[in-house]
C-alpha cells in the first residue's frame, strides 16, 4: 500500500501517501503529519491529567519535541507499511489519536489503540472512527485479526472494544509498570470473518 522510501523527507511525506477517511460530513480520521504537531501538542496538555490515569507515556510528553518525534516515527511505520497512526478530527479540529501498532504482518495481525479529548467523549465520536479503521484494517490492509488490550480498570476503553464487537480472550496479570504499581491488562480481538458477519 505505501511506496518505501529509504530518503525519507518528514515534511514530504503527506504528499507520497494521503490517507483520509470521511466518516460523517463533520467527522473524519486522516493520517498525522508534522503539520499536527503543535495542535497534537496543545491537545495533550489539556488533557494532560485525565489521559495520565492509563497513559504511561504522558509524563513524557512535556515538550512539543517530543510529539514530533512521535509523529516521525508513525510516519515511517506508514512508509514501511507497517500500520499507521490517524489524527481524529471533528469539524476540522483534532480531538484525539487512533491507529495501529506495528502490524505483525507475518500473521496478518494488528494492535489498534486510542484516545480522545475528555470534552467530545460521550458522543460516539471514538466509535465511529475506531468502527472505519477497524474496517480499513480488514478490507485494505488484507488483517486477519485485530487486537485492543488495555489496562483492566479502564472502563471506558473496554466499553469501547466491547460496542465494537470485539471478544474477551485473556487476562495479562501485571503487564505494565504504571507509575508506581504493576496494572493488568485485558485483551480483546476480533477476526475478519466474524467482522464481516457483523456487516
Known amino acids: 500500500m505505501f511506496e518505501k522510501n529509504n530518503q525519507l523527507d518528514f515534511n514530504k511525506v503527506n504528499i507520497l501517501t494521503k490517507l483520509r477517511i ?3 460530513p463533520d467527522l473524519h480520521v486522516e493520517l498525522l503529519h508534522l503539520l499536527h ?3 497534537l501538542y496543545l491537545l495533550i496538555e489539556t488533557n494532560r491529567e485525565y489521559l495520565r490515569e ?5 509524563d513524557d510528553s512535556k515538550h512539543e519535541e517530543y510529539i514530533k ?4 516515527t508513525s510516519m515511517k511505520q506508514q512508509v514501511d ?4 497512526q490517524c489524527g481524529i478530527f471533528y469539524n476540522n479540529q483534532l480531538i484525539g489519536i487512533s491507529g495501529y501498532q506495528p502490524l505483525d504482518k507475518k500473521n496478518r495481525c494488528g494492535e489498534i489503540g486510542y484516545w480522545l479529548s475528555e470534552r467530545f467523549e460521550g458522543r460516539g465520536l471514538m466509535t465511529k472512527a475506531c468502527a472505519k479503521i477497524i474496517e480499513f484494517g480488514f478490507e485494505i490492509l488484507d488483517l486477519n485479526k485485530i487486537v485492543i488490550q ?3 480498570g479502564n472502563k471506558k476503553s ?3 472494544a466491547e460496542r465494537l464487537g470485539f471478544k474477551q480472550e485473556e487476562v495479562l496479570e501485571k503487564n ?3 507509575y508506581n504499581r504493576y496494572i493488568d491488562h485485558v485483551v480483546y480481538s476480533q477476526l475478519k470473518i466474524d467482522q464481516r458477519k457483523s456487516q
Open 158 to 160: 473496554r466499553s469501547l
Open 176 to 178: 505494565e509498570w504504571l
Open 69 to 72: 518525534n512521535f509523529i516521525k
Open 81 to 84: 507499511n507497517l500500520g499507521f
Open 150 to 152: 488495555c489496562a483492566v
Open 37 to 39: 504537531s503543535k495542535e
Open 22 to 24: 470521511q466518516i460523517e
Open 54 to 58: 492509563w497513559m504511561s507515556w504522558i
